[in-house]
């Protein structure tokens, strides 16, 4: 499956963004798919993911509350609605899938075969 990243941009504090992961070649039904972040100088962490079929999601606590996971199976898309954003929150952003994905292991990058390109979030005053 080959994913594309796209909808970020240059926002103030407190503004929303959504991200969209689009896929190709396989649908995502099959798939648990997650979000991660890579800011300049640190490790690529976990931000939000779902289960395979959409079931249940997953949130790290910096985001809970602020971030929302969700899909659109008719487009093929998984979305991060981001609201309240905060300067820390800026990164780029990876989408990232998986068919053996199990809960225990949404949290972590290199459980995941296919990655989308990345898209730049950036939140400044």
């Known amino acids: 499956v080959q994913l594309q990243a796209s909808g970020g941009g240059l926002v103030q504090p407190g503004s929303s963004l959504r991200l969209s992961c689009t896929a190709s070649?396989?649908?995502?039904?099959?798939?648990?798919v997650g979000w991660f972040r890579q800011a300049p100088g640190k490790e690529r962490e976990f931000v939000a993911a779902?289960?395979?079929?959409?079931?249940?999601?997953y949130y790290d606590d910096s985001v809970k509350g602020r971030f929302t996971i969700s899909t659109d199976s008719a487009k093929n898309t998984v979305y991060l609605q981001m609201n309240s954003l905060k300067l820390e929150d800026t990164a780029v952003y990876y989408c990232a899938a998986g068919q053996g994905v199990i809960t225990s292991s949404l949290r972590t990058p290199d459980r995941y075969a296919h990655w989308g390109q990345g898209t730049q979030v950036t939140v400044s005053s």
């Open positions: 779902r289960s395979r079929n959409g079931g249940s999601t």
């Open positions: 070649g396989r649908t995502f039904y099959n798939y648990a």
